[in-house]
């Protein structure tokens, strides 16, 4: 998420002040001045990591504000140009310093908390998705805190960002007018997935995919694009956004975890991102799935063929999700790139690891995890997995280096914390390594490896109960890891 806020700060900027001109919302160049001057304070606050604030300069007073700022009403937030600005950045002030942005409910209600105001008329698209991914994110905070104060496994379930509804609502109507770019359909989609995978989607109804298809009319959907009350799918709009700017990872990534999710909308994205199936990052995608889906062998295909070139064996083979009807599009790239593409990507190389290490080839894992050493001695993603290879082989000096390797490069990772409980582990320590792996999840309560691995070591304390517990936790994290099942 954040790489895409900077590149759409950075790749799209220009365009989307460009076309902010030709707003059909905006009456006068000084009230265009003054949104993008609120547009530029906006992405200040964000990358300062205000989200609040930044979400707050670009939206309108509620009605119910006790803001004194709202004084003027809702409908002056862009009219009267430079003192409309100044008041809209002693909001963001306020903001800041804790105040409260809108009416609502007592200081544990986070809904009244972060509730909003409609977004200010004549945004560019660069402001839109500002201020949706602003207010998204401190949602999602606000989430994570209330979280945190729950004991109660159950309750930590139906924690919800409660500003998805509002988010959603607001986004339909731009982008039926077409007025989203690549990074706005992105945020309308992540908001889609979240708003559908929460135990109360708030009466959000969703159409079939044949029902919003983009209509031709000069880039916009038209009033009758949708039938009322109705959303696009997720991955729908997710498969537009990359069709618009492909270099976007973050909304790759959403859009395979649709496709792992729901088998059954497979054809569907095949079909619509056969366009751009020769691009390189179509293949990274199908990379990411393969290996999520534990078809190996697909995985190390594909990425033979990118580092490879044409030396490689066919990647396209039967039975992969998201790589039929790539063969075209890849010979295309062959034409370009006979030697390959990725010679020397880590990440590539780290993926393939990885897939060697599923097919529980140790030997053939191992050595490109030490290649990838030499190459980059301070990298440390995927190297948990590394550890897991040298456990298993009992290797407790190569162990031990890459153990005191990761402290120096940085003590404070998940990774860094799972080699050291691995390490542990390996000696027979195993309340030491159950501290570390829980300094792994206090750093990302979301790592699998380290859910799993404490269960591994509460087993060889006959803990049965936190053993249990652990391989729940890493089952409701991802419930196609297998060794989570297996120890359960």
Same mark, same amino acid.
């Given at each position: 998420?954040?790489?895409?806020?900077?590149?759409?700060?950075?790749?799209?900027?220009?365009?989307?002040?460009?076309?902010?001109?030709?707003?059909?919302?905006?009456?006068?160049?000084?009230?265009?001045?003054?949104?993008?001057?609120?547009?530029?304070?906006?992405?200040?606050?964000?990358?300062?990591?205000?989200?609040?604030?930044?979400?707050?300069?670009?939206?309108?007073?509620?009605?119910?504000?006790?803001?004194?700022?709202?004084?003027?009403?809702?409908?002056?937030?862009?009219?009267?140009?430079?003192?409309?600005?100044?008041?809209?950045?002693?909001?963001?002030?306020?903001?800041?310093?804790?105040?409260?942005?809108?009416?609502?409910?007592?200081?544990?209600?986070?809904?009244?908390?972060?509730?909003?105001?409609?977004?200010?008329?004549?945004?560019?698209?660069?402001?839109?998705?500002?201020?949706?991914?602003?207010?998204?994110?401190?949602?999602?905070?606000?989430?994570?805190?209330?979280?945190?104060?729950?004991?109660?496994?159950?309750?930590?379930?139906?924690?919800?960002?409660?500003?998805?509804?509002?988010?959603?609502?607001?986004?339909?109507?731009?982008?039926?007018?077409?007025?989203?770019?690549?990074?706005?359909?992105?945020?309308?989609?992540?908001?889609?997935?979240?708003?559908?995978?929460?135990?109360?989607?708030?009466?959000?109804?969703?159409?079939?995919?044949?029902?919003?298809?983009?209509?031709?009319?000069?880039?916009?959907?038209?009033?009758?694009?949708?039938?009322?009350?109705?959303?696009?799918?997720?991955?729908?709009?997710?498969?537009?956004?990359?069709?618009?700017?492909?270099?976007?990872?973050?909304?790759?990534?959403?859009?395979?975890?649709?496709?792992?999710?729901?088998?059954?909308?497979?054809?569907?994205? #095949?079909?619509?991102?056969?366009?751009?199936?020769?691009?390189?990052?179509?293949?990274?995608?199908?990379?990411?799935?393969?290996? #999520?889906?534990?078809?190996?062998?697909?995985?190390?295909?594909?990425?033979?063929?990118?580092?490879?070139?044409?030396?490689?064996?066919?990647?396209?083979?039967?039975?992969?999700?998201?790589?039929?009807?790539?063969?075209?599009?890849?010979?295309?790239?062959?034409?370009?790139?006979?030697?390959?593409?990725?010679?020397?990507?880590?990440?590539?190389?780290?993926?393939?690891?990885?897939?060697?290490?599923?097919?529980?080839?140790?030997?053939?894992?191992?050595?490109?995890?030490?290649?990838?050493? #030499?190459?980059?001695?301070?990298?440390?993603?995927?190297?948990?997995?590394?550890?897991?290879?040298?456990?298993?082989? #009992?290797?407790?000096?190569?162990?031990?280096?890459?153990?005191?390797?990761?402290?120096?490069?940085?003590?404070?990772?998940?990774?860094?914390?799972?080699?050291?409980?691995?390490?542990?582990?390996?000696?027979?320590?195993?309340?030491?390594?159950?501290?570390?792996?829980?300094?792994?999840?206090?750093?990302?309560?979301?790592?699998?490896?380290?859910?799993?691995?404490?269960?591994?070591?509460?087993?060889?304390?006959?803990?049965?109960?936190?053993?249990?517990?652990?391989?729940?936790?890493?089952?409701?994290?991802?419930?196609?890891?297998?060794?989570?099942?297996?120890?359960?």
């Amino acid at each position: 998420l954040a790489g895409a806020g900077t590149a759409a700060g950075t790749g799209t900027g220009t365009a989307a002040a460009a076309s902010a001109g030709g707003n059909n919302f905006a009456t006068s160049g000084q009230e265009s001045e003054a949104t993008n001057d609120l547009e530029l304070l906006a992405k200040s606050l964000l990358e300062c990591g205000e989200l609040r604030a930044a979400a707050s300069a670009l939206s309108s007073l509620p009605i119910s504000s006790n803001d004194p700022s709202s004084a003027a009403g809702p409908a002056n937030a862009i009219n009267g140009g430079a003192s409309s600005t100044a008041a809209k950045a002693a909001r963001a002030a306020v903001a800041i310093g804790g105040g409260r942005i809108g009416g609502g409910g007592g200081t544990g209600d986070s809904s009244g908390d972060l509730v909003m105001g409609p977004p200010l008329p004549g945004l560019s698209a660069l402001g839109t998705y500002l201020r949706a991914y602003s207010l998204y994110m401190a949602g999602e905070k606000r989430r994570e805190e209330e979280m945190v104060e729950l004991r109660d496994p159950l309750d930590r379930g139906t924690s919800r960002n409660a500003v998805l509804p509002q988010l959603a609502s607001e986004l339909y109507i731009p982008y039926v007018e077409g007025a989203l770019d690549a990074f706005g359909l992105y945020i309308y989609g992540v908001v889609l997935k979240a708003l559908r995978s929460s135990s109360s989607p708030a009466g959000l109804t969703t159409r079939s995919p044949t029902s919003v298809m983009r209509h031709d009319d000069g880039g916009g959907r038209g009033s009758d694009a949708f039938p009322p009350g109705g959303h696009p799918s997720a991955h729908t709009v997710l498969i537009e956004s990359v069709l618009l700017y492909p270099y976007n990872w973050s909304a790759w990534l959403d859009l395979s975890g649709l496709c792992i999710d729901d088998p059954a909308i497979h054809p569907d994205v #095949e079909d619509r991102l056969r366009p751009i199936s020769g691009h390189w990052m179509y293949h990274f995608f199908c990379v990411h799935v393969f290996l #999520e889906n534990q078809a190996n062998e697909n995985a190390v295909s594909v990425i033979e063929r990118l580092v490879n070139g044409n030396s490689a064996r066919d990647p396209f083979v039967a039975g992969g999700a998201a790589a039929a009807g790539g063969a075209s599009g890849d010979a295309e790239i062959q034409q370009q790139h006979p030697d390959g593409m990725f010679g020397r990507s880590p990440y590539l190389q780290s993926q393939l690891a990885v897939a060697q290490y599923n097919l529980r080839d140790f030997d053939e894992a191992e050595a490109h995890f030490v290649a990838l050493s #030499e190459r980059y001695p301070d990298r440390l993603d995927q190297m948990d997995v590394y550890s897991n290879i040298l456990y298993v082989k #009992e290797d407790r000096v190569t162990l031990s280096a890459l153990a005191h390797r990761a402290v120096r490069v940085d003590k404070y990772r998940p990774e860094t914390c799972c080699i050291v409980g691995n390490y542990y582990s390996l000696r027979g320590r195993h309340e030491r390594a159950v501290t570390y792996f829980q300094r792994a999840l206090k750093l990302d309560p979301a790592y699998l490896s380290a859910w799993t691995l404490m269960g591994h070591e509460y087993v060889e304390m006959k803990n049965t109960p936190a053993a249990v517990e652990a391989y729940r936790r890493a089952v409701d994290i991802n419930p196609r890891d297998y060794r989570a099942w297996y120890g359960l």
